[in-house]
């Protein structure tokens, strides 16, 4: 009997991509556009497991009824996990998650937005479109020699250090679970702030790293810093980086994640007026880029994701076991303390 799989705020590019991995048809699967909700989940039933997204929400009573329905797995098709109550599902429910569907796509995605801005490329696109091909206003600044503070330095985090090390910058970093033998100058936080002209974040959202920006540590950073978040979007205090951009002590933002997104990206409002004020306003600064979490999206990450979803599903399943369960053991630790021979319950 076919597993059967509810895949919820599902787009045409999750759509193709699951389809193309499920091509063989091992798999019973609906895509819902809508996403998991209080209000959404009693469609989960009469399925083995639901897959889920960054914007899911599975919290406490939604991981209730997806018990009542007998679902017996949530497979997130990203990383992070901020939004599933992985205590709560302890004892309840298993959770496995895409650790490393291509470390190379978020990278080089934050790599992107940190050369459009400074060299001002969306600006000199916009004018050339309209053949005006005057320079004014379009200086930009040398990265090479330039010291960049890498904030998480797993995977993504890693790869983004070696393209930084590439353009000849000078890197340092922080993480609460440093790299043995890495080779990684690690710093503390306190001096990320202090001595980076370019700030960069790659680490999973906590308790610890809820807005780890906020009007005190951007009250000790360089002015004119750039800053860089293609990974949670509570890092950062929106209201305090607005701050931060009206006084001139931010000198740039390049921003994939925002900590409201959850209901305006993904979504075509070029014809409404956006109810989020303070996005609104950092759209608006001339110095500020946000791309709607896009950093994930390339073919590569895309084929990586589906794979590892339903191979996870499959080993979860077939074989009882799951090198990508969660637990919030693992998630206290940094790293899970088993080696996966077993579930974590």
């Known amino acids: 009997m076919k597993t059967k799989i509810a895949v919820f705020d599902s787009k045409e590019y999750d759509i193709a991509s699951f389809e193309n991995a499920n091509a063989d048809g091992r798999y019973e699967v609906k895509f819902y556009e809508t996403k998991l ?7 989960t039933a009469g ?8 914007n899911d929400t599975v919290n406490d009573k939604v991981i209730d009824r997806l018990v009542d329905n007998n679902v017996r ?7 992070g996990y901020n939004n599933v109550d992985i205590e709560y599902a302890y004892g309840r429910i298993h959770v496995v998650r895409v650790p490393a569907y291509s470390p190379y796509a978020v990278a080089e995605h934050a790599m992107a937005l940190l050369l459009t801005s400074i060299r001002r490329i969306h600006k000199a696109y916009i004018r050339t479109r309209d053949f005006n091909f005057s320079l004014s206003g379009l200086t930009g600044f040398d ?8 904030v998480g330095t797993g995977k993504i985090g890693r790869v983004f250090i070696d393209i930084c090390k590439g353009f000849g910058m000078n890197v340092i970093a922080y993480d ?12 503390t936080l306190d001096e990320i702030w202090e001595k980076s002209d370019i700030i960069s974040f790659h680490c999973p959202l906590t308790d610890e790293t809820r807005h780890v920006v906020n009007a005190g540590s951007i009250d000790r950073m360089k002015k004119g810093v750039v800053i860089i978040n293609t990974s949670r979007g509570a890092l950062i ?9 009206k006084d001139r002590k931010i000198g740039a933002a390049c921003l994939d994640v925002y900590e409201e997104e959850s209901d305006v990206f993904f979504h075509d409002f070029s014809g409404h007026i956006i109810e989020d004020d303070t996005l609104a306003r950092l759209i608006s600064m001339p110095n500020v880029i946000v791309t709607s979490h896009q950093a994930f999206l390339t073919a590569e990450a895309l084929s990586n994701i589906a794979d590892t979803t339903f191979s996870n599903v499959e080993q979860f399943f077939a074989e009882g076991v799951c090198d990508n369960e969660l637990c919030y053991k693992c998630a206290k630790v940094g790293s899970c303390p088993q080696e996966h021979k077993k579930l974590c319950f």
């Not at 797995?73 to 990383?79: D, F, G, M, V, Y």
């Not at 609460?176 to 033998?181: C, L, M, R, W």
Request: charged share 20%; glycine share 8%; with cysteine.
């Open 143 to 150: 990265l090479h020699g330039k010291t960049v503070g890498v």
């Open 47 to 54: 399925y083995d497991a639901v897959c889920v997204f960054v």
């Open 37 to 43: 909700t209080e209000d959404t989940v009693n469609l």
């Open 237 to 245: 205090d929106s209201e305090a980086l607005l701050e931060g951009i």
């Open 73 to 79: 797995l949530i497979a997130l098709r990203c990383a």
């Open 176 to 187: 609460k679970f440093p790299a043995k033998d890495s080779g990684i100058n690690y710093v």
